[in-house]
């Protein structure tokens, strides 16, 4: 099951995962609040891998403090073995404005990207970002592009699946493609999507 962006109303309800087909494994692709990654702790009985986004909304508050949500794995620069399958994680978007968590710049894409390839170097299945890599995903606008470091760990890695998020409906992008280079089958889990791998 892939998520990001967007609190789906078939997904955040009481009766929820009824209708829902057996699933493995969750991925969140990044902008979803803490308190939807921590619900969908509580109604799966599989593990919930995630990357944050941009808007730093990920956080659940308890009191005056803000904390990562429960029960989740957070797979940010890191690779995590879950269902049988090796994820890698980056989360956030290149960097469009001066200010802002979940941003990062041209060299720290290049800098955390090639130290996570070094992790992945005895392979990864899937690579779970929040921005997508340059090509038919990328948005039009500045704060949508897409980032050639991760482009790179594509051809670097060979993941067959890439799952990202950040880029809306309102692009009107195609849900997935093939990417030419390195073979991996691209998705973008707006809202809420099931996918077999």
Not at 29 to 56: C, I, Q, R, S, W
Not at 61 to 66: I, S, V
Request: proline residues 7%; aromatic residues 10%.
């Amino acid at each position: 099951m892939l998520l990001a962006d967007f609190v789906h109303p078939f997904v955040y309800r009481e009766g929820f995962p009824q209708g829902v087909p057996p699933v493995d494994l969750v991925l969140a692709a990044g902008d979803l609040p803490g308190y939807y990654l921590e619900f969908l702790a509580t109604k799966m009985t599989v593990p919930v891998v995630y990357v944050h986004g941009n808007h730093e909304n990920e956080f659940v508050t308890e009191g005056e403090r803000r904390v990562p949500p429960r029960g989740v794995i957070a797979a940010h620069g890191r690779v995590v073995e879950e269902a049988g399958l090796r994820v890698a994680g980056w989360g956030g978007a290149p960097r469009y404005r001066d200010t802002g968590h979940g941003q990062y710049t041209d060299a720290q894409a290049r800098l955390g990207l090639a130290r996570l390839a070094w992790l992945a170097r005895r392979g990864v299945d899937i690579l779970l970002t929040h921005a997508p890599p340059t090509g038919p995903h990328a948005g039009t606008d500045y704060a949508h592009r897409g980032c050639q470091s991760i482009t790179r760990f594509m051809a670097r890695r060979h993941p067959r699946l890439v799952v990202h998020g950040h880029i809306h409906e309102y692009e009107g992008r195609k849900l997935e493609y093939r990417d030419p280079v390195s073979g991996a089958r691209v998705v973008n889990a707006y809202g809420y999507r099931l996918l077999d791998l």
